[in-house]
């Protein structure tokens, strides 16, 4: 299979999506590209969510790690809380995580492990 390959209708997946501390979404996909049931999985640096502030005619923007991650339906529920767990979003104000059935999808892959 190439990178770009299709991940098909014949695999139940869940996209799971965490916005997180800025920072930590690198180390978080190091840690989880290899786990079970992972299909492919990418990090995104996010800024203009949550809160701002301006100072000296300059508006600042909280910033954000954003991952996104393509697993099989029957590893979601582990990987989920994998994430939940490592990313310490016990924690007030830590960020959140989201699932959701998609159909189809994609690989995704960082910029330097693109075998093109």
């Known amino acids: ?3 770009l390959a299709h991940i098909g209708r014949g695999i139940e997946k ?4 965490a916005i997180i501390r800025p920072g930590k979404g690198r ?19 996010a800024r203009g969510t949550g809160s701002s502030w301006s100072q000296r ?3 600042f ?3 954000q790690d ?6 099989e339906a029957d590893h979601a529920d ?14 007030q104000g830590a960020g959140m995580i989201f699932s959701e059935t998609v159909l189809r999808g994609h690989p995704m892959m960082p910029l330097d ?4």
């Open 66 to 71: 954003v991952l996104i991650v393509l697993v």
């Open 1 to 3: 299979m190439t990178a």
């Open 78 to 91: 582990a990987v989920f809380a994998g994430l939940y767990a490592a990313a310490g979003l016990s924690e």
């Open 14 to 17: 869940k996209l799971l999506t």
């Open 57 to 59: 005619g300059k508006r």
């Open 27 to 45: 180390r978080l996909l190091e840690q989880f590209a290899e786990a079970p049931g992972v299909l492919s999985m990418s990090h995104h640096h």
């Open 113 to 116: 492990a693109a075998d093109w």
């Open 61 to 63: 923007f909280t910033e």
